[in-house]
């Protein structure tokens, strides 16, 4: 299985702070590689998917970057409501796997 | 806008059968793959298996002994059954579309939090 590696595992920054939060995974994936937000007690939302392409709908204050095993998250100016736990998911080879997480705080 | 309603059992015993349904309502429930996903409390999220309009599945290796992914097309649902639940099972679990454009999971359900305690 492909094991995905995000850091840091947490992140404290203020608003209007550039934020980048770093996948890795355990073997080259392409650029089959996703990025879900999940806010205390809600389902993950899609943020971005294929490594750069924003989901539909979501701020382009988030961006992601990335191919083979190093990814980043993005997120410039950062928000009071993008206060949650950060994900990456590899949907490259079966099963998907997903990190750890990253949760970030204000 | 595809929308995931699931419902089932949220407390069980060591040993007895965790059963969840999920229903799709507002999109196309044929040419998609309908997964499954957990939580534990304070975790990662864990990809437990899938299934298409035609009742193909694909399952998590680490839980295919006790999985099983079902469809019900005259209904628009998907089922998980997982067996012999001990405490490590305890978790939200979630059911999700798998968007084979995007290869990312694009609806969730709301998520049904499942605790396993005797």
């Known amino acids: 299985d492909i094991q995905m590696t995000q850091s840091p595992s947490s992140l404290s920054a203020s608003v209007g702070d550039r934020v980048t939060i770093t996948c890795r995974a355990s073997?080259?994936?392409?650029?089959?590689l996703n990025w879900y937000q999940q806010k205390p007690g809600r389902a993950p939302k899609l943020l971005i998917y294929a490594a750069s392409r924003l989901q539909s709908g979501v701020p382009s204050r988030f961006s992601g970057s990335g191919s083979g095993t190093d990814f980043t998250l993005t997120i410039i100016s950062l928000q009071p409501d993008d206060i949650a736990s950060y994900y990456c998911q590899q949907s490259h080879t079966a099963p998907c796997s997903f990190g750890q997480g990253t949760k970030l705080e204000i | 806008q595809v929308q995931l309603q699931q419902w089932g059992a949220g407390l069980l015993k060591p040993s007895e059968t965790l059963s969840l349904t999920c229903g799709v309502s507002?999109?196309?429930?044929?040419?998609?793959?309908w997964s499954w996903i957990r939580q534990p409390p304070g975790k990662g999220l864990e990809w437990i298996g899938d299934?298409?309009?035609?009742?193909?599945?694909n399952y998590n290796p680490s839980l295919k002994s006790r999985v099983t992914v079902s469809v019900d097309t005259s209904k628009n649902q998907f089922s998980l059954k997982l067996s012999s639940v001990t405490a490590a099972d305890t978790a939200v679990y979630y059911c999700?579309?798998?968007?084979?454009?995007?290869?990312?999971?694009?609806?969730w359900g709301q998520g049904t939090m499942v605790t396993v305690s005797s």
């Open positions: 999700a579309h798998l968007s084979l454009d995007l290869h990312a999971f694009d609806f």
């Open positions: 299934i298409n309009h035609g009742g193909s599945t």
């Open positions: 073997q080259s994936i392409s650029t089959y």
């Open positions: 507002g999109g196309s429930f044929s040419g998609y793959y």
